[in-house]
């Protein structure tokens, strides 16, 4: 062959390729990796067409299912890796393998708003002798800054919990019980939330601080539920060299009966294994996000948690303390938690959120 | 379209080559104005009227002007050409810009127009002037053929971002063209270096740049505001760079051989030596149409400078409908002529200084034309020089070392290093060695191009503006 003729011919077959294969190969309906559904083909209309909207729907049509999608899009991964870049997409590739959502900047106007909304919910379940506490829980850019690349800029998400007690508020901080266990498996590698661990922790320090005794690690039955749980900041940069990790049940007792939504549906366990073969293990806890759930368990008071999907992993610990506990998801929840509070006995309320999550949540500044 | 798309890369480019050399060499300039008319109409199916409008126009201007040559009437089809053209791109590009402009200064509120720009049209326009100008001039035939002719204004690889051909650079290429698989090859490693220069440097180099463009000047360091100056500097050199060499492959490809548009333009010692080597189609342009029609240099100092004003304005205008862009054009006016009077002479006696002064210069120019609005760039510059949240700031080392090697390799792709070593490689006569680099280098390129392609949703085009 003659010498001249190889880099037509090469870019040629790689242009054939391209194209002859993406005809070939059947289109993919979803996409485990980014966990959404892929664009399919886009129906050629004069409309479309005109508007411009055929063109671009095509371009993402194209990009969705090029033959081998998750491995062009691992090698931009690791391309970008090995030119130094210390995140992408929001996450950082911190040390020992983690994969951390980075929070630079906190929503402090939807802050004050929140807080005050809060505030004044404290107040009103104040007059019926109900104590509202706020856990406002760090996410892993705070505690494990350690393992952040070098010079990361992050928010102070300490300024929210001194914020929320400059509001008047009740304020339990897990921030320096975590910090003290920072070394361990407090947070997911993949993942943007606590470990069991990380929230038996926090447990420990919400009864202590209470002036109540936690029961001790020793007594808890850990079950790991799946070893091979790929999370959400995985989902994010695409690391195809990223370890999974382990999901794990703690309890004292297996059976622990939950009704949802009203008593729409029952369960036996508050562990919905049906979730661990999904795209969203985590939703193991407490059947992912419901607008409410209520567990009965061995002890006396009815506890309220008003939550976003941290408390779904916190709420297997404190079920036992308590005659009842209900979780609400404001984000899914209608109605006035006061009401709801006194309808149902209510003694005392915990808001669980983590900390960005607070600082942005909407729904909470209409909380009543 | 544009050239770093998926449906450009895998089923545009491949058909047009298919049926362009499935089809014998006559039929092929009928193929391209086929294939370019898609092409512009993906993106602009409206707009795509205007261009056929533009090509119809001067097509009869051009037989229009042959026919009269040496009559009284021989400059009827010129002005046609130039009252058509030029009053086809202010109407687009510059109404609204007028409208605003009197609105503000005699406090009226005319309602402005709101037309979207049609892509190119600041390029293709100028083609079509150079054509009916060349003609006039007897510097080239008239087109008799008006699908050659139509490939011509609408040849799609340069359609969209240049560089600007003139007609009388293709004239003899459009009737007759080589197709030689050495021009074919030459032209793939040109389009994948284009691509590479585009989707891997300047789309990811522009992240930086939009960041930094993005953040309260107040909260922004010195340090930090540099880095985001030079990330812009970079950003537009690789993507207009990268667009012309995309260009350049593609002709190559098709069997065309445009000039060159850019020529390491960082590495110039002199802003006067910076305009020779960056867009180089449109400074030639200018130069040819309308600085030495108007007397150059010839006619004394005075008119010399008063020509300079006029290309330079009118440079400025060229590339954007806004303040800062005159501002822009008045600003390396003034340059080149202090350069012109004695600045010129110093800078010989000391290179380096001169290569450092030419950067510094090109940057703070960069400051005028990245900001549509006056303020802003002014308070950028003034964080420049000092006057923003400190000299150094966690964020602005966090990015420098976010983007170290990006810079770098930026850095080094500015300047003429890699193709030295290319050269010295070629020039030891192993051809299998040469062979196999060329190999990887194509292969590399366009798989970690695809690669960002397919993941990468950041994907502007800076030049559709213009």
């Given at each position: 062959?003659?010498?001249?003729?190889?880099?037509?011919?090469l870019?040629c077959?790689?242009?054939?390729?391209?194209?002859?294969?993406g005809?070939?190969?059947?289109?993919?309906?979803?996409?485990d990796?980014?966990?959404?559904?892929?664009?399919?083909?886009?129906?050629?209309?004069?409309?479309?067409?005109?508007?411009?909207?055929?063109?671009?729907?095509?371009e993402?049509?194209?990009?969705?299912?090029?033959?081998?999608?998750?491995?062009?899009?691992?090698?931009?991964?690791?391309?970008?890796?090995?030119?130094?870049?210390?995140?992408?997409?929001?996450?950082?590739?911190?040390?020992?393998?983690?994969?951390?959502?980075?929070?630079?900047?906190?929503?402090?106007?939807?802050?004050?708003?929140?807080?005050?909304?809060?505030?004044?919910?404290?107040?009103r379940?104040?007059?019926?002798?109900?104590?509202?506490?706020l856990m406002?829980?760090?996410?892993?850019?705070?505690?494990?800054?350690?393992?952040?690349p070098?010079?990361?800029?992050?928010?102070?998400?300490?300024?929210?919990?001194?914020?929320?007690?400059?509001?008047?508020?009740?304020?339990?901080?897990?921030a320096?019980?975590?910090?003290?266990?920072?070394?361990?498996?407090?947070?997911?590698?993949?993942?943007?939330?606590?470990?069991?661990?990380?929230?038996?922790?926090?447990?420990?320090?919400?009864?202590?601080?209470?002036?109540?005794?936690?029961?001790?690690?020793e007594?808890?039955?850990?079950?790991?539920?799946?070893?091979?749980?790929?999370?959400t900041?995985?989902?994010?940069?695409?690391?195809?060299?990223?370890?999974?990790?382990?999901?794990?049940?703690?309890?004292?007792?297996?059976?622990?009966?939950?009704?949802?939504?009203?008593?729409?549906?029952?369960?036996?366990s508050?562990y919905?294994?049906?979730?661990?073969?999904?795209?969203?293990?985590?939703?193991?806890?407490?059947n992912?996000?419901?607008?409410?759930?209520v567990?009965?368990?061995?002890?006396?008071?009815?506890?309220?948690?008003?939550?976003?999907?941290?408390?779904?992993c916190?709420?297997?610990?404190?079920?036992?303390?308590?005659?009842?506990?209900?979780?609400?998801?404001l984000?899914?929840?209608?109605g006035?938690?006061?009401?709801?509070?006194a309808?149902?006995?209510?003694?005392?309320?915990?808001?669980l959120?983590?900390?960005?999550?607070?600082?942005?949540?909407?729904?909470?500044?209409?909380?009543? | 379209?544009?050239?770093?798309?998926?449906?450009?890369?895998?089923?545009?480019?491949?058909?047009?080559?298919?049926?362009?050399?499935?089809?014998?060499?006559?039929?092929?300039?009928?193929?391209?104005?086929?294939?370019?008319?898609?092409?512009?109409?993906?993106?602009?199916?409206?707009?795509?009227?205007?261009m056929?409008?533009?090509?119809?126009?001067?097509?009869?201007?051009?037989?229009?002007?042959?026919?009269?040559?040496?009559?009284?009437?021989?400059?009827?089809?010129?002005?046609?050409?130039?009252?058509?053209n030029?009053?086809?791109?202010?109407f687009?590009?510059?109404?609204?810009?007028?409208?605003?402009?009197?609105?503000?200064?005699?406090?009226?509120?005319?309602?402005?127009?709101?037309?979207?720009?049609?892509?190119?049209?600041?390029?293709?326009?100028?083609?079509?002037?150079?054509?009916?100008?060349?003609?006039?001039?007897?510097?080239?035939?008239?087109q008799?053929n008006i699908?050659?002719?139509?490939?011509?204004?609408?040849?799609?690889?340069?359609?969209?971002?240049?560089?600007?051909?003139?007609?009388?650079?293709?004239?003899?290429?459009?009737?007759?063209?080589?197709?030689?698989?050495d021009?074919?090859?030459?032209?793939?490693?040109?389009?994948?270096?284009?691509?590479?220069?585009?989707?891997l440097l300047?789309?990811?180099?522009?992240?930086?740049?939009?960041?930094?463009?993005?953040?309260d000047?107040?909260?922004?360091?010195?340090?930090?505001?540099?880095?985001?100056?030079?990330?812009?500097?970079?950003q537009?050199?690789?993507?207009?760079?990268?667009?012309?060499?995309?260009?350049?492959?593609?002709?190559?490809?098709?069997?065309?051989?445009?000039?060159?548009n850019?020529?390491?333009?960082?590495?110039?010692?002199?802003?006067?030596?910076?305009?020779?080597?960056?867009?180089?189609?449109?400074?030639?342009?200018?130069?040819?149409?309308?600085?030495?029609?108007?007397?150059?240099?010839?006619?004394?100092l005075?008119?010399?400078?008063?020509?300079?004003?006029?290309?330079?304005?009118?440079?400025?205008?060229?590339?954007?409908?806004?303040?800062?862009?005159?501002?822009?054009?008045?600003?390396?006016?003034?340059?080149?002529?202090?350069?012109?009077?004695?600045?010129?002479?110093?800078?010989?006696?000391?290179?380096?200084?001169?290569?450092?002064?030419?950067l510094?210069?090109?940057?703070?120019?960069?400051?005028?034309?990245?900001?549509d609005?006056l303020?802003?760039?002014?308070?950028?510059?003034?964080?420049?020089?000092?006057?923003?949240?400190?000299?150094?700031?966690?964020?602005?080392?966090?990015?420098?070392?976010?983007?170290?090697?990006?810079?770098?390799?930026?850095?080094?792709?500015?300047?003429?290093?890699?193709?030295?070593?290319?050269?010295?490689?070629?020039?030891?006569?192993?051809e299998?060695?040469?062979?196999?680099?060329?190999?990887?280098?194509?292969?590399?390129?366009?798989?970690?191009?695809?690669?960002?392609?397919?993941?990468?949703?950041?994907?502007?085009?800076?030049?559709?503006?213009?």
């Open positions: 062959m003659k010498k001249k003729l190889v880099l037509p011919i870019f077959l790689l242009l054939a390729a391209g194209t002859l294969l005809l070939i190969l059947p289109d993919r309906r979803w996409s990796h980014e966990r959404r559904s892929l664009k399919q083909a886009p129906a050629f209309t004069g409309k479309s067409f005109f508007s411009g909207k055929y063109g671009q729907e095509l993402t049509y194209l990009a969705d299912q090029f033959p081998r999608r998750d491995g062009w899009v691992s090698a931009k991964t690791v391309a970008e890796r090995m030119s130094g870049k210390p995140e992408s997409g929001g996450v950082s590739f911190a040390a020992d393998g983690w994969l951390i959502e980075r929070h630079p900047t906190l929503d402090e106007a939807q802050l004050s708003k929140n807080l005050a909304a809060l505030k004044s919910l404290s107040d379940l104040g007059e019926n002798g109900i104590h509202l506490t406002p829980v760090p996410t892993a850019s705070c505690i494990l800054w350690e393992k952040l070098a010079l990361t800029p992050e928010a102070d998400q300490g300024l929210v919990i001194s914020a929320a007690e400059e509001a008047g508020l009740s304020v339990c901080s897990v320096s019980a975590l910090e003290d266990h920072r070394w361990e498996y407090i947070y997911y590698r993949t993942d943007h939330h606590w470990t069991s661990l990380g929230a038996y922790y926090a447990y420990a320090a919400w009864r202590e601080a209470a002036g109540k005794t936690p029961a001790p690690m007594v808890w039955a850990r079950e790991t539920l799946t070893e091979r749980f790929y999370g900041t995985w989902a994010k940069v695409n690391d195809p060299f990223a370890l999974p990790d382990t999901i794990e049940a703690w309890y004292q007792r297996e059976s622990r009966p939950v009704s949802y939504n009203g008593g729409n549906s029952e369960a036996d508050i919905e294994c049906k979730f661990l073969d999904t795209a969203d293990p985590y939703g193991v806890f407490f992912s996000n419901q607008a409410d759930a567990a009965r368990g061995a002890g006396e008071g009815r506890l309220l948690i008003l939550k976003d999907s941290y408390a779904n916190f709420a297997q610990f404190c079920l036992d303390d308590y005659e009842e506990t209900h979780l609400i998801d984000r899914f929840f209608r006035s938690v006061s009401a709801y509070a309808q149902h006995g209510i003694t005392e309320v915990l808001v959120y983590n900390i960005p999550n607070f600082c942005e949540d909407s729904m909470l500044a209409h909380v009543r | 379209m544009v050239f770093s798309s998926l449906t450009f890369l895998f089923l545009f480019l491949p058909a047009v080559l298919l049926v362009y050399y499935v089809l014998p060499p006559r039929a092929r300039n009928t193929v391209l104005f086929l294939f370019s008319l898609i092409f512009y109409a993906w993106g602009e199916p409206i707009y795509v009227v205007l056929l409008w533009s090509t119809v126009l001067d097509y009869c201007c051009g037989l229009l002007t042959e026919k009269y040559r040496g009559t009284n009437k021989k400059k009827l089809g010129l002005i046609i050409s130039l009252i058509g030029l009053g086809l791109l202010c687009f590009k510059y109404t609204d810009f007028f409208l605003g402009s009197f609105n503000s200064l005699f406090g009226t509120s005319i309602g402005k127009l709101g037309l979207p720009l049609p892509i190119g049209i600041s390029f293709y326009t100028f083609q079509t002037m150079s054509y009916t100008i060349d003609v006039y001039r007897g510097e080239a035939k008239a008799r699908l050659s002719f139509g490939a011509y204004v609408s040849l799609f690889p340069q359609l969209i971002a240049g560089p600007i051909v003139r007609y009388r650079d293709v004239a003899e290429q459009l009737d007759c063209r080589d197709y030689t698989a021009r074919f090859g030459d032209g793939v490693k040109r389009f994948v270096t284009g691509l590479g220069k585009k989707v300047a789309n990811n180099i522009g992240l930086l740049w939009s960041t930094v463009s993005q953040t000047p107040a909260r922004l360091s010195t340090l930090g505001a540099w880095v985001g100056i030079i990330a812009f500097a970079f537009i050199y690789f993507d207009f760079s990268g667009y012309s060499d995309m260009a350049i492959g593609l002709g190559k490809m098709l069997g065309f051989e445009f000039r060159e850019f020529d390491y333009p960082y590495i110039s010692g002199s802003v006067t030596e910076f305009w020779r080597r960056w867009h180089m189609s449109l400074g030639s342009w200018f130069r040819d149409y309308v600085y030495i029609p108007l007397g150059g240099n010839r006619k004394g005075p008119v010399q400078l008063r020509n300079i004003a006029v290309v330079w304005l009118l440079t400025g205008l060229w590339h954007g409908a806004s303040w800062n862009f005159v501002l822009w054009g008045v600003y390396y006016g003034l340059l080149l002529v202090i350069e012109k009077l004695f600045l010129l002479r110093w800078i010989k006696k000391a290179p380096a200084i001169g290569r450092i002064y030419t510094f210069a090109v940057l703070l120019g960069w400051v005028l034309f990245a900001f609005d303020g802003a760039g002014l308070s950028f510059l003034r964080v420049l020089f000092g006057g923003g949240a400190g000299f150094v700031s966690q964020t602005a080392l966090y990015q420098l070392r976010s983007y170290a090697v990006l810079l770098v390799l930026c850095a080094v792709g500015s300047t003429p290093l890699l193709k030295r070593l290319y050269e010295r490689l070629r020039s030891t006569g192993k299998g060695l040469v062979l196999t680099a060329d190999a990887l280098r194509v292969v590399t390129l366009f798989g970690l191009s695809l690669a960002y392609l397919i993941s990468g949703s950041y994907n502007p085009f800076l030049y559709f503006r213009f």
